[in-house]
């Protein structure tokens, strides 16, 4: 058993409520209490999200504020600057903020940091090169990073520039000295926290149409919010925040106009992505998002942001045919740092005492330390940080395990870091090689002080306990209702106890790293599927399987299949 299982209890009184008045399966039922929606008004407005249902923009901490310096640009006819980042959700948000503004008539350029020269976020030396491209610049708007740029804000308005910052980062304390920080983390009732920086942008380009509507202004009064929502799907699921809230609402109806776009360099996209037809989420995180962002981590982000802006087939094929090629060579560069970071953790590997991972090298390319940081968690799931870069610095992204808060414990080492910043699962940091050792022992110290060891075995939260009867195609089905499946409103889950199998598994693949199983309770019987199983045992025996239930279409033919997580021996 690779998991710790949480397997959802029942609540039949509540569930009943729902199956009577919404007329649901029991196991949807079921589903929807563990998303902690137990009154059917909250079922409904989940399983059928409306865009009429989002919330007044002006909700969001600062934003009056933000969009009051905004309007003052505008009349003054004053040149603005957008400060993004070189990830997904930086570049959809960049380039949704510029093609809105410019339509709404603000005198609009993007500046795109390049991570390998400048580093994360709003540096100094990001603000310099900026203002030496744009040097009228007076007004920036920093989207998606910013939160604690304190100095480099305080250097912009030593020099007469105004800033405004749009982000979902935790803020430093003190907060940066913007003319307004957006940012949900400052909201005292969390609202909107679920949001990342382009569900943000969507709202600020939102609360600046309500205000020209108001004046009655015909630029705002025709304005379409709705053509944006490509961006805002591709962003939000990229950048891999909650599928609830706001995004619950944002995230489909943005599918299905990413399904439909006519922007032509998401055309061009899709197509080197291999993307047809209608586009999921699984598509934007597999597919097209890794496509995107490689062009900020190979190099710089600027051939991304051109594709997601080009104005024709003729510009944006080449563009795409570019990024997918980064893609590959990112994948390769990926695969050989993450095969060096295991190798080297594992050779020194002690589960009592390494409760947070800390490797680096030089050389390393800092591009794809993330992923590979993401990499090394599955495979040991401890906290990460991955470090690359040359003797003067090394800069690194951090990935965590749940109740572990990776950005709260880089503020406990400030005096051993040069810069760090992030959020609870998710993290960056510049730090000078020779302070990596200590950074290591003071975070395990932390780490050990913080979790606990059953947290450092990946739990798997399990839906309900069901009986092989009650999968059936119907009910199966009802389930695609609660998608887009994502970050925090996982692929549904389910126990199946006390099966065996009713004829030897079959390995399957090139080099047999699958199996399929024939599984039975003895009243149904069901295929199952084991996906990279390799050389690990399979079941044998009595056993209770983890799965994922779902439709398989083969030749015409629609049937349900387990899609197995974990396996254990019975327990009952």
């Keep these: 058993m690779k998991f710790r299982w949480n397997i959802a209890g029942p609540q039949p009184l509540l569930a009943n409520k729902l199956i009577e008045e919404l007329r649901l399966s029991p196991l949807l039922a079921q589903c929807l209490l563990n998303r902690g929606l137990s009154e ?55 380039a949704l ?9 603000w005198k609009a350029e993007a500046y795109l940091p390049s991570r390998m020269d400048e580093g994360y976020g709003l540096t ?43 982000d979902h980062h935790q803020p430093s304390n003190p907060t940066p000295a913007a003319v307004a920080l957006v940012n949900p983390q400052l909201s005292p009732d969390g609202a909107f926290v679920e949001l990342c920086s382009v569900g943000l942008a969507f709202k600020l380009v939102h609360a600046i149409v309500k205000r020209g509507r108001d004046e009655k202004i015909p630029a705002f009064t025709d304005f379409d919010l709705r053509p944006l929502l490509d961006l805002v799907a591709l962003g939000t699921v990229a950048d891999l925040v909650p599928l609830t809230g706001e995004n619950r609402i944002l995230v489909p109806a943005g599918l299905k106009c990413l399904s439909e776009t006519r922007r032509p360099g998401l055309v061009a996209l899709k197509k080197v992505a291999e993307v047809n037809g209608e586009v999921n989420a699984y598509a934007v995180g597999f597919q097209l998002g890794p496509r995107l962002n490689a ?30 090629a980064r893609n590959r060579e990112r994948q390769e560069v990926e695969r050989g740092i993450a095969e060096q970071a295991i190798g080297a953790v594992r050779a020194r590997f002690d589960p009592g005492r390494d ?16 992923i590979v940081a993401s990499r090394v968690l599955r495979e040991f799931y401890r906290p990460t940080l991955i470090l690359g870069g040359d003797n003067a610095a090394f800069r690194g992204s951090g990935r965590s395990v749940e109740g572990f808060d990776l950005a709260a414990a880089l503020r406990e080492c400030d ?14 940091v ?44 119907n009910a199966v089905e009802e389930l695609a209702r609660l998608e887009p499946f994502g970050q925090g409103n996982s692929a549904v889950q389910i ?55 779902q439709i398989n279409e083969f030749n015409g033919r629609r049937s349900v299949q387990l899609k197995v997580l974990d396996w254990r021996p019975a327990t009952t």
């Excluded at 903020?97 to 008539?105: I, V």
């Excluded at 310099?128 to 308005?157: H, M, Y």
């Excluded at 005096?415 to 960056?428: K, Q």
């Design 40 to 94: 059917p008004a909250f079922a409904v407005a989940f399983l059928e999200p409306r865009l009429k249902s989002l919330a007044d923009p002006f909700l969001l901490p600062n934003m009056a504020a933000g969009v009051e310096r905004l309007w003052l640009g505008r009349n003054r006819g004053e040149p603005i600057v957008i400060f993004g980042d070189y990830d997904v959700d930086g570049v959809t948000s960049t």
């Design 97 to 105: 903020l510029l093609e809105s503004l410019r339509a709404l008539g």
């Design 124 to 166: 100094q030396e990001g603000a310099e090169n900026c203002l030496q491209k744009f040097p009228r610049t007076t007004l920036l708007l920093a989207v998606d990073c910013g939160s604690t740029a304190v100095e480099s804000i305080a250097w912009l308005r030593g020099r007469g520039v105004d800033v405004l910052v749009l």
């Design 295 to 324: 062009a900020g981590r190979m190099e710089n982000a600027e051939a991304a942001l051109r594709l997601v802006l080009a104005k024709d087939a003729t510009e944006a094929t080449p563009l795409a045919a570019e990024l997918d």
């Design 355 to 370: 409760f947070i991972i800390v490797e680096g090298q030089l050389l390393w390319h800092i591009g794809v330390v993330g």
């Design 415 to 428: 005096d051993l870091l040069i810069r760090h910043g992030g959020h609870a699962m998710a993290a960056g």
């Design 430 to 473: 510049t730090v000078h090689p020779d302070k990596v050792d200590a950074l290591r022992e003071r975070l395990n110290g932390i780490a050990r002080r913080t979790l606990r060891p059953e947290q450092l075995q990946p739990p798997l939260r399990l839906d309900a306990e069901v009986s092989l009867v009650d999968i059936t195609l």
């Design 495 to 549: 126990v199946v106890r006390n099966l065996q199998c009713s004829r030897p598994p079959l390995r399957m693949g090139k080099e047999k790293q699958h199996a399929k199983l024939f599984v039975t309770d003895g009243l149904a019987n069901s295929e199952a599927v084991f996906w990279g199983v390799g050389n690990a045992a399979l079941p044998e025996g009595r056993f209770d399987l983890a799965a994922v239930p």
